[in-house]
């Protein structure tokens, strides 16, 4: 199965900070990444798809980028809507695995 | 507007079984294939099964493939799990989620979630 390894757990950051997470498979999986929000008590929502393509409807300061097997979410400019869990997932190869998640707490 | 409705859920004994169901509408349901995912209390999400558009290809992840079977009725626009053997980490969450049409693809849309609680 492919292992995806998801840092950093939790990270801590204000209000207008920019902030990284990133997301490492155990081999090559580019481009079929996808990066999810999920608030307590809720679904997932898509955010990142293939890496690095915007969902509709997500704001702008949220990218995706790739270099090898190494994936990074950018948030630009934290919101205060965006304190949540983030998810990283593969659909390269069944069966599909989520990385651990990085909650992005209110520092 | 897509909408995902799961239901099914409920307390069940270890060595039980049960079926939950997802309700789909706001899209051409047999064009995308389907899955099921799960998140046990205060733990990470982990994907359980898939199907293809047509019901004709199904996957599963090894910690519930022969006791979980994933179906759909197009006709009736259903997607279905039947979970049997059920165990105590079997507990979680479970959400249906839309898919794509093709080869890869991610997973677009999400139900709320029904709860399924494996204990005695």
Redesign the interface.
Same mark, same amino acid.
């Given at each position: #199965?492919i292992q995806m390894t998801q840092s950093p757990s939790t990270l801590s950051a204000s209000v207008g900070d920019r902030v990284a997470i990133t997301c490492r498979a155990s081999q090559k999986i580019s481009p $079929?990444l996808?990066w999810?929000q /999920?608030k307590p008590g809720?679904? *997932?929502?898509?955010l990142i =798809? #293939?890496a690095s393509s915007l /969902?509709s409807g997500v704001p702008s300061r949220f990218s995706g980028s790739e270099s090898g097997t190494e994936f990074t979410l950018t948030i630009n400019s934290l919101q205060s809507d965006d304190f949540a869990t983030y =998810?990283c997932?593969q659909? #390269?190869t =069944? *069966? $599909?695995?989520?990385? /651990?998640?990085t909650r992005v707490e209110n520092k | 507007e897509v909408q995902l409705l799961e239901s099914g859920g409920d307390l069940v004994q270890p060595g039980g079984s049960l079926r939950l169901s997802c309700a789909v509408s706001g899209f051409t349901f047999y064009s995308y294939a389907m899955n099921w995912v799960r998140q046990a209390p205060g733990k990470g999400l982990e994907w359980v099964s898939a199907i293809s558009g047509s019901g004709d290809k199904t996957y599963y992840a090894d910690s519930v493939k022969g006791r979980f079977t994933i179906s759909r009725d197009n006709s009736k626009r259903m997607l279905y799990l039947q979970m049997n053997s059920l165990r105590g980490e079997d507990t979680a969450v479970y959400f249906c989620a839309k898919g794509g049409s093709g080869t890869y693809y991610n997973l677009w849309d999400w139900g709320q979630g029904t709860l399924v609680t494996v204990s005695s």
């Amino acid at each position: #199965d492919i292992q995806m390894t998801q840092s950093p757990s939790t990270l801590s950051a204000s209000v207008g900070d920019r902030v990284a997470i990133t997301c490492r498979a155990s081999q090559k999986i580019s481009p $079929w990444l996808a990066w999810y929000q /999920q608030k307590p008590g809720k679904a *997932p929502k898509l955010l990142i =798809y #293939d890496a690095s393509s915007l /969902q509709s409807g997500v704001p702008s300061r949220f990218s995706g980028s790739e270099s090898g097997t190494e994936f990074t979410l950018t948030i630009n400019s934290l919101q205060s809507d965006d304190f949540a869990t983030y =998810y990283c997932q593969q659909y #390269d190869t =069944y *069966p $599909w695995t989520f990385g /651990q998640g990085t909650r992005v707490e209110n520092k | 507007e897509v909408q995902l409705l799961e239901s099914g859920g409920d307390l069940v004994q270890p060595g039980g079984s049960l079926r939950l169901s997802c309700a789909v509408s706001g899209f051409t349901f047999y064009s995308y294939a389907m899955n099921w995912v799960r998140q046990a209390p205060g733990k990470g999400l982990e994907w359980v099964s898939a199907i293809s558009g047509s019901g004709d290809k199904t996957y599963y992840a090894d910690s519930v493939k022969g006791r979980f079977t994933i179906s759909r009725d197009n006709s009736k626009r259903m997607l279905y799990l039947q979970m049997n053997s059920l165990r105590g980490e079997d507990t979680a969450v479970y959400f249906c989620a839309k898919g794509g049409s093709g080869t890869y693809y991610n997973l677009w849309d999400w139900g709320q979630g029904t709860l399924v609680t494996v204990s005695s």
